[in-house]
């Protein structure tokens, strides 16, 4: 996790990625988690059409800090 990835993409190739997203798509992020992945809602909103935002407590780690809220978020996502 600390090193560079061999593969970088630029802004315009992961638009262009993202962007053809039609598949149901959760975001769990936590209240105490990093600032800017919070400040890209509106862009995960362009990128996602089908896109379900939760917040819950816990940090950017939640499968450790928060493990059954997530799992929770999670089980109701896909038996929708």
């Not at 315009?12 to 990093?34: C, I, K, N, W, Y």
């Not at 809602?41 to 819950?56: M, P, S």
């Not at 978020?73 to 929708?80: A, E």
Request: aromatic fraction near 8%.
């Amino acid at each position: 996790m600390k090193l560079d990835s061999a593969y970088r993409m630029t802004f315009e190739q992961v638009d262009a990625l993202m962007s053809q997203s039609d598949t149901p798509t959760l975001l769990v992020l936590g209240h105490a988690g990093f600032q800017q992945l919070k400040l890209a809602k509106q862009q995960a909103n362009v990128w996602f059409k089908r896109l379900q935002w939760e917040e819950i407590e816990g940090d950017h780690h939640l499968h450790m800090s928060n493990a059954e809220g997530l799992i929770n978020l999670i089980r109701v996502f896909i038996l929708k």
